[in-house]
């Protein structure tokens, strides 16, 4: 299953609304499809994991939604600490596949 | 608290093998499994493949079949994973990951960085 990511870099201001999306190249027929955030020097942190439930710890303004073979990522205000690159993965089947990442820089 | 702590950077040469080390704590590691991701610089992340701490069982991805081996010591709970014949493209960090059943890659290493170079 191929993951891409949409769009490769996205240009918002602290504040802003950020959408982000991942599509799978075939139905996750359970929907585990995860977002991770990176930030340099930093492994991979969980944010969304079943594609809708928010992992432990993370602020509520990040949100998944989607099924199948469309997903999305919104964080609904912009804090400076979320600009970073994040990733999609299916863990639906084998291989776990990640998506290339969007990078959420500031504009 | 879940904790997994990875043995320190790695340099190698061409043709040599490298073992990174996983140690889990925090967690019963025997009901869970580990994953493998490795990050080239200023690239995205792969997935190398997942072993379960259960019963050994590994899923590897099919670019790394004969090369990599993934093993588990449950007496220490400390995952490992083997990577031969390197070459300069095997330069990355590499990280372990905790998967549960039926759940995402919830917990990571801090990564090990490998560096290949002659």
């Known amino acids: 299953i191929v993951l891409t990511q949409s769009p490769g870099t996205l240009s918002l201001s602290p504040g802003e609304r950020a959408t982000l999306s991942c599509r799978t190249s075939?139905?996750?027929?359970?929907?585990?499809l995860a977002w991770f955030q990176q930030k340099p020097g930093q492994a991979p942190r969980l944010l969304i994991y079943?594609?809708?439930s928010r992992a432990t710890g993370i602020p509520d303004r990040f949100s998944g939604s989607g099924s199948g073979t469309d997903f999305t990522l919104t964080i609904s205000r912009l804090e400076p600490e979320d600009f970073a690159v994040y990733f999609c993965?299916?863990?639906?089947?084998?291989?776990?596949?990640f998506g290339q990442g969007t990078r959420l820089e500031i504009k | 608290q879940v904790q997994l702590v990875q043995s320190g950077v790695e340099v190698k040469k061409p043709g040599a093998s490298v073992k990174v080390s996983c140690k889990a704590s925090?967690?019963?590691?025997?009901?869970?499994?580990m994953g493998w991701v490795r990050q080239a610089p200023g690239q995205g992340l792969e997935w190398m493949g997942w072993?379960?701490?259960?019963?050994?069982?590994?899923n590897y991805a099919q670019k790394f079949q004969g090369r990599v081996t993934m093993t588990t010591d449950t007496s220490t709970s400390t995952a490992y994973m083997e990577l031969r014949r390197l070459t300069s493209d095997d330069t990355a960090i590499y990280y372990c990951?905790?998967?549960?059943?039926?759940?995402?890659?919830?917990?990571w290493g801090q990564g090990t960085l490998v560096t290949v170079s002659s």
């Open positions: 990951a905790r998967k549960l059943k039926n759940s995402p890659y919830d917990k």
């Open positions: 925090g967690y019963t590691f025997i009901n869970s499994g």
């Open positions: 072993i379960s701490a259960y019963n050994g069982d590994t």
């Open positions: 075939q139905s996750l027929a359970r929907n585990f």
């Open positions: 079943d594609a809708s």
């Open positions: 993965q299916q863990y639906d089947s084998t291989p776990n596949m």
